[in-house]
């Protein structure tokens, strides 16, 4: 599976294996469907993207971390994220220039980059 989100094998992934469980299936088929999330720094958020599993993430931040990503996989622009006044959507400055970052929790934040119409980088952090 991960060969597939770094762009190797080329196959076409079935929607229950990469497609989080909060997506409506019904409106989804396998054929023409582009994973807009390609890359990863926390091994718990791509468990929870790839498998539902919450596993290695507070339990507090889990339904915030899922209903972001679910968002982040169909967004077409990222001002978008504006329209949610409570994830707090900003880009960051200086040497994270181009690093965009949400509010889930208190200081921790879920980052990610935009690059080609692609989300990379996808992380949870406490930069603060």
Request: glycine share 8%; with cysteine.
């Amino acid at each position: 599976m991960g060969a597939f989100l770094e762009g190797g094998s080329g196959l076409a992934p079935t929607v229950d294996t990469w497609m989080p469980r909060c997506i409506d299936k019904c409106k989804v088929t396998g054929y023409g469907v582009s994973v807009r999330i390609r890359s990863f720094v926390h091994k718990g958020l791509r468990r929870l993207y790839l498998e539902d599993s919450a596993k290695g993430l507070p339990a507090d931040a889990v339904a915030k971390l899922r209903a972001m990503l679910t968002f982040l996989q169909d967004m077409q622009d990222p001002e978008k994220l504006h329209a949610f006044p409570s994830w707090k959507a900003h880009q960051l400055t200086g040497d994270r220039k181009g690093v965009w970052s949400l509010n889930v929790t208190r200081n921790w934040r879920l980052t990610f980059r935009v690059e080609d119409n692609e989300i990379l980088d996808v992380d949870y952090e406490d930069y603060h």
